[in-house]
């Protein structure tokens, strides 16, 4: 009887210890994926992850950000009205009880120069003034000993262009480009829930489950859109971009009206390392107005992410809400819209934006309910602690993005929604974007609305020759897209998401040789710069092996590795290929997944090198 006793034991601990294998392996099995038990990955096609935005493996990284709230630095003494007044606001001059004198000046862009600003005279203003600048700065101070300083502030507006005109009798939609940076398609829907809320039920946008990044920073990813083109095909990144093929241009072109506002200005897309624009590079640019603001005391002196009274969010989507009114039923419009400085630093900060955002979209929708409204990001966070875990990882890799079609083709063209919704199950990528964009172009040039009708094998052939006239990659979003592959869709390997990874050991042979193999590359990268400390590992975080279909005989594999290295206490990760002679190689970008602040702040003109840069002095 005992001896049947203890059978019994060891029988039902041995089915317990298989139960909790079982629950163990098949959660990390990959562990971001529903199809968690997925062995191989398919042949062709992509079989798009499907994350769980509040997975457990994550929800110590997610975090209820406070709410922003300004504090007041100063009382609003002058305001400028979206007519061209400007004048002084009494019942607040009275609150301060002092006597003061006050001041304007209108500013604009410098020609020759995205660094400096041209200023005219200041005037003294004492009654309301109708003004024709787009920017102006207003300071007082008190008229009695000290004399000092006491109110400064910016303001904007829209100075419509009469001269632009809308030809009625031709459709042509606007095209609103409205970027929020380093926000991934799982954050998008943690942090800012009104605003997908809008997009879902007034917009009734079309929300991409496969959007993927092409390139590591904002960039690359930009000028895939921008451009149709990757960074080295796009040019030298170290001067002035007004030479270079930007689709604003193409909306100019066309005879639309354009715009282009991004917060952040030392770290503006066209900027960083580089120059801008030695002319204003579309009809309303905003960067005159953020460089003064950002040069301010006010600024200095104001809680973060403010200016004096004001979210510094809000003060962009004023301005691009001036400009959709300001050209509403004048003339057809396209808008770049880009806030860096809500997502950038924190993954969870961006939700400060939320309510501001979605009664942004909600109030607007009169006014873009006929147009293309695209919300999107450039890619996941990259530097966020998240980004060391594998679900971090591929959210990284899957930016938000949505579509909302205009309201009067969805009405001509039924089809229409059920063919972009099949699109947003498969990998996109940022070509298809520009692809679409350039659709859009060539729709309303030639009032061409009726090749969305056309979808037969014929029409498509025909589609794609004109898309290969556009770049050498991506397809319309708009028309039917095929189940592609990286490869396929130009996503770089070491950005593919379709690729199906098992945890390896650290201490196997081949990822201990494999992280040499990384750690030369990188050092060889910095060893003509004498400055940059030489890098030694210190361990390996993590490694992961990719699976392939079971038909292929592959007898090359392919690793990713994160490394912690020294003395920069970098983290990096790398995907490699290790064939059956023992030959390792690098594959595309080498990432560096946390800040590096001003690490590499001696080799600041060299972009590529800031993330492996350690200054020895």
Not at 401 to 406: G, Q, T
Request: charged share 25%; net charge neutral; with cysteine.
């Amino acid at each position: 009887m005992r001896h049947r006793e203890r059978w019994k034991l060891i029988l039902l601990f041995s089915v317990c210890f298989i139960v909790c294998l079982i629950i163990l392996t098949s959660g990390s099995y990959p562990f971001y994926s529903v199809d968690g038990l997925r062995q191989y990955r398919r042949k062709d096609g992509c079989d798009v992850p499907h994350l769980n935005a509040w997975d457990p493996s994550i929800s110590q990284f997610i975090k209820q950000w406070p709410p922003l709230k300004c504090r007041q630095t100063q009382y609003d003494l002058s305001d400028y009205t979206a007519n061209g007044t400007l004048y002084l606001r009494n019942d607040q001059i009275k609150l301060l009880d002092l006597s003061i004198e006050c001041n304007y000046r209108c500013y604009h862009k410098q020609t020759g120069t995205d660094d400096y600003l041209a200023y005219d005279d200041w005037i003294e203003l004492k009654q309301p003034v109708q003004l024709q600048c787009e920017f102006v700065e207003v300071q007082c101070r008190r008229t009695v000993l000290p004399h000092n300083t006491i109110y400064s502030n910016n303001h904007n507006r829209i100075v419509v262009n009469e001269h632009k005109k809308m030809d009625e009798a031709q459709f042509k939609p606007n095209v609103i480009i409205f970027v929020l940076d380093s926000v991934s398609h799982s954050n998008f829907k943690r942090s800012l829930p009104k605003s997908l809320d809008v997009l879902k039920k007034t917009y009734k946008s079309h929300i991409f489950n496969g959007m993927t990044k092409v390139g590591d920073q904002s960039y690359p990813n930009a000028v895939a859109f921008l451009a149709g083109k990757t960074e080295n095909e796009f040019g030298a990144s170290d001067g002035f971009y007004d030479n270079h093929s930007l689709i604003w241009k193409t909306f100019d072109e066309a005879h639309y009206t354009t715009y282009y506002a991004e917060d952040y200005p030392g770290f503006n897309l066209f900027y960083y390392l580089a120059k801008g624009f030695q002319q204003k590079p579309v009809d309303h640019y905003f960067r005159p107005f953020w460089l003064n603001v950002y040069g301010s005391y006010v600024h200095r002196s104001s809680t973060n992410l403010c200016y004096g009274n004001t979210p510094m969010h809000q003060l962009q989507l004023d301005y691009l809400s001036q400009f959709i009114k300001g050209y509403h039923n004048k003339s057809p419009i396209f808008a770049l819209n880009w806030l860096t400085e809500l997502g950038h630093d924190y993954m969870n900060q961006v939700s400060i934006g939320d309510e501001d955002i979605a009664h942004f979209l909600q109030s607007h929708y009169e006014h873009l309910k006929d147009s293309f409204v695209f919300v999107l990001s450039d890619h996941g966070h990259r530097f966020d602690a998240i980004r060391e875990t594998a679900v971090g990882r591929i959210e990284e890799r899957l930016p938000f993005f949505s579509l909302h079609i205009p309201q009067i083709l969805r009405e001509k063209y039924p089809h229409l929604d059920s063919i972009v919704e099949k699109n947003v199950k498969l990998l996109t990528t940022f070509w298809d974007f520009h692809v679409t964009l350039r659709d859009i172009i060539d729709f309303s040039s030639h009032q061409s609305w009726h090749k969305l009708a056309d979808n037969n094998l014929t029409a498509l052939g025909e589609a794609d020759k004109r898309w290969r006239t556009y770049s050498n990659r991506g397809r319309s979003l708009l028309h039917p897209l095929p189940d592609r592959t990286c490869v396929e869709a130009a996503v770089p390997e070491e950005y593919c998401v379709c690729n199906i990874e098992k945890p390896i050991s650290a201490a196997d042979d081949k990822i201990r040789m494999s992280a040499d193999v990384i750690m030369k590359h990188i050092n060889d990268m910095l060893k003509p710069y004498p400055q940059c400390s030489q890098l030694t590992i210190e361990y390996i975080v993590n490694a992961y092996q990719t699976l392939f279909d079971s038909s292929q005989q592959s007898h090359t594999f392919k690793y990713r590795l994160m490394l912690k290295v020294q003395p920069s206490e970098a983290l990096f990760e790398s995907l490699v290929s290790y064939d059956s002679n023992n030959q390792i190689t690098v594959l595309g970008d080498v990432n560096r997944i946390n800040r590096y602040g001003n690490q590499s702040i001696c080799v600041d003109e060299r972009q590529e090198l800031r993330k492996f840069c350690f200054c020895s002095s």
